[in-house]
């Protein structure tokens, strides 16, 4: 049975952000496909993880054996996540845009998952699994827009998750999201609609394929 490691980061409820949409897309065509594997999930913005200090970072590189107690509790709540990240098989990252990169509370969990000489560097204990990244953004950062250079989002974690950490890394990209709520881009509404409606096809297109390809 195959286990979908999920995480949202959006700030917003469902019914409010147009990341959480998509991935519960995703997660329900998994679950209807799958309906024998396992979902863990984690929603960030309600119960954020630990940012890394100083003895989380020191305890990664020394002796358990020396561990202080403050560095023994640091990394085993981070070993907790690196050790959810190495049992998925799958991996669902909502990843909002905020001030044009990714909400502060999945950089925490991206310091944590990444660790040299286990989850990165030559080791990479989690490489080539496969991980859907759901990269929302209220404008459009597309090659070609005026805003281009301003896309953090996608090519950090395409950095991050791809080099750093060895996954199979791909994107669902709704985008315009702003475009309801912003009387300055009323006209871009019908753009947004059809970004929205992809999003979801892509969704439900690529958790059933994954999910077959994990089950067989």
Do not use: C
Request: no cysteine.
């Amino acid at each position: 049975m195959a286990t979908l490691l999920h995480i949202d980061s959006s700030v917003f409820p469902a019914e409010a952000s147009a990341s959480r949409a998509v991935t519960e897309a995703f997660r329900k065509h998994w679950q209807e496909e799958h309906p024998q594997g396992t979902v863990v999930y984690r929603d960030l913005a309600a119960r954020p993880v630990p940012h890394i200090t100083a003895d989380t970072h020191l305890a990664g590189f020394t002796d358990p054996a020396t561990h202080t107690p403050e560095q023994a509790a640091a990394f085993a709540e981070r070993v907790k996540l690196i050790e959810e990240l190495e049992q998925a098989d799958a991996v669902l990252i909502g990843a909002p845009m905020y001030n044009y990169t990714i909400p502060s509370t999945l950089k925490a969990w991206l310091d944590n998952v990444i660790l040299m000489g286990r989850t990165a560097g030559e080791t990479q204990s989690a490489k080539g699994t496969p991980v859907i990244v759901v990269a929302s953004r209220g404008g459009s950062y597309a090659p070609g827009t005026p805003r281009e250079g301003f896309e953090y989002v996608q090519n950090y974690l395409g950095a991050a998750l791809g080099s750093g950490l060895g996954l199979d890394v791909d994107f669902i990209v709704p985008e315009l999201t702003l475009a309801t709520v912003d009387p300055a881009m009323a006209e871009l509404v019908p753009l947004y609609e059809a970004s929205r409606d992809r999003a979801l096809e892509d969704a439900a297109t690529k958790a059933r394929d994954l999910a077959k390809r994990l089950a067989a």
